[in-house]
């Protein structure tokens, strides 16, 4: 026989939220335990706003884009294109920005 529980609209919202604060907790103790980077809030939102995440992670390391040409060996005009989403910049030079960065090139597109 199935039995029934009502609860009111409020308690269900609040179950409904504690479990995907429990999702990403969990989602966080699995990046952790697997070595992931943590990104502060601040950064992500910049992405999810639409900024390059080329500019994000650059900002994030603390680079100027002189100094990310120097350590990627791309130009920084290249740089500066692919940050105003002028270019999309080639799999070979994505490849050297993102090694350069210590993220993926899924991370920069």
Known sequence: MNEMITIT?????????AAEDLADIEAYDRAIAAGEESIPAEYVNRMIDGESPLRVF???????????ATAS????VQIADIEAKR?????ATLRKLAASLGVTIDDLV
């Open 9 to 17: 609209r409020a308690e269900y919202e609040h179950l409904r939220q």
């Open 58 to 68: 650059r900002d994030l390391r603390g680079l100027t884009q002189a100094a990310l």
């Open 73 to 76: 060996g791309v130009n920084r």
């Open 87 to 91: 270019k999309t910049g080639s799999v």
